[in-house]
């Protein structure tokens, strides 16, 4: 259908500096006129049904001046004024009435299109559902305990400045992915070609964890400003897989062989390398014994082959460590000084996108306006305005099992009702896109943050995301009073009240921001940290802070995982806190997990047994004892939530 004629559209484009009478229906059917331009020869524009958001119509006399005079304008049919909705409102349509055809037409003020016929709403443009529309269908499929939004926060804290991140975009996002895709295949290359290994399996993602919690960089992925280079993560762990990773085996000729390949590893790593005669000359020794060994009877049974492996390994372990020491602290601070550059090259590149569209970035944050100022806990905010987002694409599946939210050829997928989670959230916490216009850019953000976070293996990240059961929140919040999780995202959070790792995403879905660096003076809370050593131990640390500045009620039910032989520091330090009121072991394969990427697996993978057991730890200072002290009944629900039989 061919549009109106070009001298129509190049009058509509200079009515701004002309003077023309606008109509338009109101509630009650009559006409109103507004100063919008035009000649007196063509246009007059009439105005969606819907206004915009806190808009008042505007009267004839504030229009028009007394003295102006009105053009001679025909009346366009008052009865048949087609009404745009408020979608495409949005999207820049208006409506026109053309006096030399005599008749309506549709101008968008974005593209400069002009149709006759009333516009569409193409499907990239559409914005979610609303609460409203949304509401029905939504409460009929999930299940209603997956979370629970509407629990109100007990956690107080001061107020607190407005941090100066960058607020994400979909193209740095983008870029921030490639760059730590390079990083991970720089890790396997380096530990391939220096210690002829595999790079661990998890190593990278405990490492991204490991280096938060001392990093005071720039970038909110990629550490830049840590306290110390070397990584002791990073180097433990490639040190345990030196000089090949020793696995659990199933039957007989799987343990000789795997006992076969590490004496050969054993005897190229002291073969390759410079190392004292006395190590070279045990681990040699003890490598040929190995292969004679296995040489003297084929039929070894899988026992004794680890027997042997345990042995062997023994025996020269603390020789092989001081032999590949340089090459794996060489690996480890590669990868650290590439991740500095990296992280630099994205921040000047996000700097570079904001001026590009002239938006200054505040030096400096204001102050709080009053010092001290208690208040309840409330979303983590940025100083620095946003920038215009590009259009981000959203499709459902054929099924509508499924959103694809897709950006530039790069498509993310999220369940349709982990979609509508997002969109709940978002309405309850951001403050700054009422419209909605930001949404979908800021979903794709978030979920390429956490698909780069965690890797892009099958399986891989899975359980730094592990939450707890949804029975096991219920009961923590009857008996405890708990409104607030420490260590969650907006993908996987019950409460609408968490910290999680990124402020710059997960802000606008209700993150109070970082735990490390969260200051509550009241309020009852969830710990359950990843699973990583240093993670803990500084989470312990600040709970202990926490616990020791505080007058006012203030209570942690901490999960970790019950880790012996040795056991880790903060294992020790939270069975000897003086804050500890009571504790709790939940026995190995008698619980489970929920799967960290919740809002992608499949139903039959929701949850996974746990193969450790898991400590509650009950931390209180003396008013949260008062308030909301473990007694047995309490207890007693905690377990009958795990499926324990009450003893």
């Known amino acids: 259908m061919s549009g109106p004629n070009n001298s129509e559209s190049k009058n509509h484009r200079l009515g701004s500096k002309l003077s023309i009478v606008v109509s338009h229906r109101t509630s009650d ?33 504030d229009s028009v001046p007394v003295s102006a005079a009105v053009p001679d304008i025909p ?20 409506c026109y009435w053309s006096k030399r055809e005599n008749q309506y037409y549709f101008w968008n003020k974005h593209s400069q299109q002009s149709l006759w016929e009333m516009p569409t709403v193409p499907v990239s443009s559409k914005r979610p559902l609303n609460a409203s529309d949304a509401s029905g269908r939504y409460q009929k499929q999930r299940r209603f305990t997956d979370w629970n939004l ?23 996002e983008q870029y921030r992915s490639t760059l730590v895709a390079g990083l991970r295949n720089l890790l396997e290359e380096q530990c391939l070609r220096i210690v002829s290994i595999h790079a661990p399996l998890e190593s990278f993602n405990r490492w991204l964890l490991e280096r938060k919690v001392t990093d005071r960089g720039v970038d909110p992925l990629i550490p830049s400003d840590c306290a110390v280079d070397l990584s002791v993560s990073m180097y433990r762990e490639i ?68 027997v042997r492996l ?15 020491k340089p090459s794996v602290e060489s690996i480890c601070l590669k990868l650290y000084q590439h991740a500095k550059l990296h992280a630099k090259e994205v921040r000047e590149r996000h700097e570079s996108l904001w001026l590009d569209n002239k938006v200054s970035i505040p030096p400096e944050s204001p102050k709080v306006p009053t010092a001290n100022r208690k208040v309840l806990c409330y979303p983590i905010l940025s100083f620095v305005p946003s920038t215009r987002l590009p259009v981000v694409d959203v499709e459902p599946t054929p099924d509508e099992q499924f ?31 009422f419209e909605l216009t930001m949404f979908l850019p800021r979903v794709y953000c978030l979920l390429k943050r956490y698909n780069t976070l965690f890797g892009t293996r099958p399986t891989e990240g899975h359980s730094h995301q592990g939450a707890l059961p949804v029975a096991v929140f219920e009961a923590l919040n009857s008996a405890f009073d708990i409104t607030f999780e420490c ?25 109070r921001g970082p735990f490390l660096d969260f200051h509550p003076i009241s309020g009852s809370f969830e710990v359950n940290p990843p699973f990583s050593i240093e993670l803990c131990l500084a989470t312990v640390d600040h709970v202990h802070r926490l616990l020791e500045a505080s007058v006012e ?56 047994s746990s193969m450790h057991g898991t400590f509650i730890f009950f931390l209180q200072n003396d008013m949260g004892l008062v308030k909301w002290s473990p007694s047995s009944d309490k207890i007693e629900k905690i377990k009958e939530a795990y499926g324990i039989k009450p003893s």
């Open 29 to 61: 059917g009559g006409s109103e006129h507004s100063d919008d331009s035009s000649s007196s020869s063509v246009l007059s524009p009439v105005s969606p049904a819907i206004a915009a958001p806190g808009a008042a119509p505007r009267s004839f006399s």
């Open 75 to 94: 009346e366009p049919p008052g009865d048949a004024v087609p009404e745009l909705s408020p979608e495409l409102h949005r999207l820049g349509w208006r």
């Open 150 to 172: 509407d629990i109100q926060t007990n956690v107080i804290v001061y107020e607190r400045k407005m941090q100066l991140w960058i607020p994400p975009h979909p193209e740095i």
């Open 239 to 306: 040190m345990n897989d030196v000089p090949t990773r020793v696995t659990k085996t199933a039957v007989a000729s799987e343990a000789r062989k795997q006992l076969s390949v590490y004496a050969e590893a054993a005897k190229n790593l002291v073969e390759n390398r410079k190392c004292d005669k006395d190590t070279r000359k045990m681990v040699l020794w003890h490598a040929e014994a190995t292969f004679q060994w296995l040489r003297s009877n084929d039929k070894r049974s899988k026992e004794d082959s680890e």
């Open 310 to 324: 345990k042995h062997i390994r023994k025996q020269i372990k603390e020789r092989l460590e001081e032999v590949a």
């Open 403 to 433: 959103m694809t939210i897709s950006f530039r050829g790069d498509c993310l997928r999220v369940k349709t009702l982990y979609f509508y989670k997002l969109e709940t959230l978002y309405r309850l916490n951001c403050k700054d896109d």
């Open 487 to 511: 260590f969650a995202s907006p993908l996987n959070c019950y409460f609408n009240q968490y910290c999680s790792v990124f402020p710059d995403t997960d802000g606008y879905f209700g993150s």
């Open 553 to 608: 009620p203030l209570s942690f039910a901490i999960f970790v995982p019950e880790w012996r032989n040795p056991t880790p520091d903060f294992l020790q330090q939270l069975e000897c806190s003086r804050f500890n009121r009571r504790e709790l072991l939940i026995p190995s394969f008698q619980h489970d997990y929920r799967n960290g990427f919740q809002h992608l697996c499949n139903p039959n993978e929701l949850s996974a």
